[in-house]
């Protein structure tokens, strides 16, 4: 009866995404939707140190939704830029980071432009927020995320990872840095 009752329902059509993946249902919109308010009004009006796990689970789809199209996505688009924008303000603990990096530097291999520069953004954000914070091992995957995009096929990549590298030489110690600026130059022969 209830396979019954679920074949009567009718079927939302599909939304495009622009992301040249499959359709997105109605259904999703809404619950894509209900979740980028929490993010946003969590960050607001709740501790969100509460919120912490779930933000950072959060943190890689985040990153993918910066290219959604269509009259019907754009406020999710929007929802989803102001989140990000936010979570750089999220406080973070130390076992947290690794979250974190892992997120920048799968956002940064995307196929999607948007969320490859988008990363790097968050990257600059989080670099001068938190590098205090960066082990070794997390220090170089967050650098090489960064410098593999100094070749990449879309313009605004390349320049959001040089401006995202020219930050981080800065910031770094003098040795590190001179390391950094060696190993890009040897990449670029």
Known sequence: ????????LPQLPPVAS????AELPAESLSVLGIGLQLVSRGLNAVDPGRLRPWLLQLLPHLFR????????????????????????????????VEAVVAAVSAATDSHVWSARASGLLF?????????FLLQGPQLSALQAAVVGRLEDTKAEVRMAAAATLAGMV?????MDAHALRVQTVNSAR
């Open 123 to 131: 990257a600059q954000y989080f670099w001068f927020r938190r590098c």
């Open 65 to 96: 939704m910066q290219e959604l199209r269509g009259p019907q996505l754009q406020k999710l688009a929007l929802e989803s830029t102001m989140a990000l924008a936010q979570l750089k303000h999220l406080p973070l603990r130390p076992c947290d």
């Open 18 to 21: 622009g992301l040249g993946e």
């Open 170 to 174: 800065k910031g770094m110690p003098d």
């Open 1 to 8: 009866a209830a396979a019954a009752a679920a074949d009567e």
